[in-house]
T-cell receptor, first 115, second 109 residues
Framework: NAGVTQTPKFQVLKTGQSMTLQCAQDMNHNSMYWYRQDPGMGLRLIYY???????DKGEVPNGYNVSRLNKREFSLRLESAAPSQTSVYFC??????????????FGEGSRLTVL | GIQVEQSPPDLILQEGANSTLRCNFSDSVNNLQWFHQNPWGQLINLFY???GTKQNGRLSATTVATERYSLLYISSSQTTDSGVYFCAVAHNQGGKLIFGQGTELSVKP
């Protein structure tokens, strides 16, 4: 009964390095999301995917790319990490096909520090 | 865009006390959820409640969509209830799920 699983849980990068955050859900959900959470800024949507093969920008997409590999998996890539990308990243999924409708379930989060 | 305001921003309770958290929103919604972020950072889905009333154990929630607010009730609070409670809404004309700034709850033994 894993739900939404994110890896890695913690990562430290140097400025300019690249990395990919992986997310997988086992609930057969249609929509998947990536959020970042920063002190005083709340949760902000980076990218989302309403269905397999589609992705769209959220509020803060700059510096990120995503890939909806299949229905289960949605990855977030930082091509050239910057200190401003230090944050806690959350993946989420929803059964609803229409974006932002339906009940949202979150993974445990990935804490990324960029030095 | 739709605005979400949560109150109070902070709340300190003695174990066993009851509390009410409020979420006001500025427009019609088709999605409203309450989440609890525990001290370890996990975001746990409490209620999906765009309208009506739901209960789950010591927690219950009511959304009055016509008056644009939702309430989360916590009865007989426990130290494990500590953390931040977020309300999130989406406009019924579409758009992103918008999170409030949260209510930070601390339950003292």
């Amino acid at each position: 009964n894993a739900g939404v699983t994110q890896t890695p849980k913690f990562q430290v990068l140097k400025t300019g390095q690249s990395m990919t955050l992986q997310c997988a859900q086992d609930m057969n959900h249609n929509s998947m999301y990536w959020y970042r959470q920063d002190p005083g800024m709340g949760l902000r949507l980076i990218y989302y995917s309403a269905s397999e093969g589609t992705t769209d920008k959220g509020e803060v997409p700059n510096g990120y790319n995503v890939s909806r590999l299949n229905k289960r998996e949605f990855s977030l890539r930082l091509e050239s990490a910057a200190p401003s990308q230090t944050s806690v990243y959350f993946c989420a999924s929803s059964e609803a096909r229409a974006v932002n409708t339906g009940e949202l379930f979150f993974g445990e989060g990935s804490r990324l520090t960029v030095l | 865009g739709i605005q979400v305001e949560q109150s109070p921003p902070d709340l300190i309770l003695q174990e066993g006390a009851n509390s009410t958290l409020r979420c006001n929103f500025s427009d019609s919604v088709n999605n409203l959820q309450w989440f609890h972020q525990n001290p370890w950072g996990q975001l746990i889905n409490l209620f999906y409640i765009p309208s009506g009333t739901k209960q789950n154990g010591r927690l219950s929630a009511t959304t009055v969509a016509t008056e644009r607010y939702s309430l989360l009730y916590i009865s007989s609070s426990q130290t494990t209830d500590s953390g931040v409670y977020f309300c999130a809404v989406a406009h019924n004309q579409g758009g992103k799920l918008i999170f409030g700034q949260g209510t930070e709850l601390s339950v003292k033994p």
